[in-house]
């Protein structure tokens, strides 16, 4: 016999299976690669927030729903968007998760001149994630100035490493300036980190500069970043 306690469920368990059903029909869960969602992001996240008070946590969400922590994360970064922006996400102007977690990195005022190249189709969600990586390496530069390098460089071959950081206090402008004597301050076009994970990227010169370099020294592209960030870490 089934406990009484179990026998019909209270109104909040039924609102947090509601809210897993909502969330497994608009990511794909576990069986789907790709899914067109119905709700906008913001209501997704709203699913979430109520998914994770009843069940305690954002993983056992995750675990429920059969797709990762971080992809859930990536619709909570909604919340860190400016009100302006918050609109544009709610009428689906915007809904790409990969922009709402880009422009969240942004600030506020920044987001809403972004956002809007985005919902003109002035700007792709690849070019916000460049944006942001630039944005980062250049902290001090106008968003209009970074967002016309950016634009200036679509069509320039570029090479992109990503590399581990040895020591999280690695003073970042002092490593772009190290990487700026080997290539050239022309040829490094971001520098730029995330956790503890940093990505170098340089123009098609500065490439050929890493490595003719490298080949002196008898080592890999890799090698030699690797030396270099070991070097500044001292």
Partial sequence: ????????????????????????ANTGGPHTRRVRRKRSILEIADYIDIAREGVGSLQAVAERVGVSEQQLSDFLA???????????????SIDSVDVVRELAKLTPREQLIVGRL???????????RAIVSF?????????????ERVRGSRDVKQYVAEFPLVDMRTDLHRLRQLFEELVGCQN??????????ARLSLTGEGMRALQAAA??????????????VREESK
């Avoid at 016999?1 to 299976?17: A, F, I, L, Y």
């Avoid at 944005?135 to 967002?147: L, T």
């Avoid at 080949?215 to 270099?228: A, F, S, W």
Wanted: hydrophobic share 35%; aromatic share 0%.
């Fill in 1 to 24: 016999m089934r406990s009484p306690s179990r026998q019909c469920e209270t109104g909040e368990d039924k609102n947090v299976e509601r809210a897993i059903a909502a969330l497994i």
């Fill in 118 to 128: 985005v919902v003109a189709r002035e700007a792709t969600s690849k070019d916000a």
């Fill in 215 to 228: 080949k002196d020294k008898g080592l890999t592209k890799r090698q030699l970043i690797e030396h270099i």
């Fill in 135 to 147: 944005r980062k390496s250049v902290p001090d530069m106008d968003i209009q100035q970074v967002i």
């Fill in 188 to 197: 490094l076009r971001s520098l730029s980190q995330e956790g503890r994970l």
């Fill in 78 to 92: 909604v919340r860190r968007l400016s009100l302006g922006v918050q609109k544009l996400v709610r009428n689906r």
